[in-house]
């Protein structure tokens, strides 16, 4: 378990919704990281967020949204739905702005996203 | 565009066997890599990173390989057992604030006892 949740684990929707997806950091983790996984793309790193701020940004659309609250929760919002956002999404935590150094990443389990 | 890429979207061995990933990166500027493991259901997990300081790096039954004259990384895990069985990636990125973790597309490797 690597201390990283992720809410819901499923979820099916329509085109042209809207959804919500929810992350809770490892406790005392100040960055969250968002990525999507689709199997033509890999892995495709959205955006970071350190302590309530935006710090980089991916291959993140329009229509996709994220912010993080004071709690440090993380929410991706993906709306105006696509048949294409049909995806994995994962958030990953680490404790320091620079995460990317080893060990210190730690990713959930994920959000399966279905698009009908 | 940058990327980083795996010469081989699958890899099959014996349990015992040695295994070797491959990973071709673009990006002369990066200078730190990873090696992820995502077993099914699971987020990816770290393996092994090297710096680009280094030419190897050694963990507990893992080797990675860093060539930086022909941009190739490789993974090597010796006495290949069944819960070895994944999905590999590499990733590669600067060590700079801002920015992003890429990660290459893959290499499922199935291990048969």
């Known amino acids: 378990d690597s201390g990283v949740t992720q809410t819901p684990k499923h979820l099916i929707t329509a085109t042209g919704q809207r959804v919500t997806l929810r992350c809770s950091p490892r406790?005392?983790?100040?960055?969250v990281y968002w990525y999507q996984q689709s199997l033509d793309q890999g892995l495709q790193f959205l955006i970071q967020?350190?302590?309530?701020?935006?710090?980089a940004k991916g291959n993140i659309l329009e229509r996709f949204s994220a912010q993080q609250f004071p709690d440090l929760h993380s929410e991706l919002n993906l709306s105006s739905l696509e048949l294409g956002d049909s995806a994995l999404y994962f958030c990953?935590?680490?404790?320091?702005?620079?995460?990317?150094?080893?060990?210190?990443?730690?990713f959930g389990s994920g959000t399966q996203l279905s698009v009908l | 565009g940058e990327s980083v890429g795996l010469h081989l979207p699958t890899l099959s061995v014996q349990e015992g066997d040695n295994s070797i990933i491959n990973c071709a990166y673009s990006?002369?500027?990066?200078?730190?890599f990873i090696w992820y493991k995502q077993e099914s259901g699971k987020g990816p997990q770290f393996i092994i990173d090297?710096?680009?300081?280094?030419d190897k790096r050694q963990g507990q039954r893992v080797t990675v390989l860093l060539n930086k004259t022909v941009k190739h990384l490789s993974l090597q895990i010796a006495a290949t057992q069944p819960g070895d069985s994944a999905v590999y990636f590499c990733?590669?990125?600067?060590?700079?604030?801002?920015?992003?973790?890429?990660f290459g597309k893959g290499t499922t490797l199935s291990v048969s006892s």
């Open positions: 967020y350190y302590n309530g701020e935006e710090r």
């Open positions: 406790s005392g983790d100040l960055s």
């Open positions: 990733a590669e990125t600067r060590l700079k604030a801002g920015t992003a973790l890429i």
């Open positions: 990953a935590s680490s404790a320091t702005l620079g995460g990317w150094v080893g060990e210190k990443l730690f």
């Open positions: 990006n002369s500027a990066s200078d730190y």
């Open positions: 090297i710096r680009s300081n280094m």
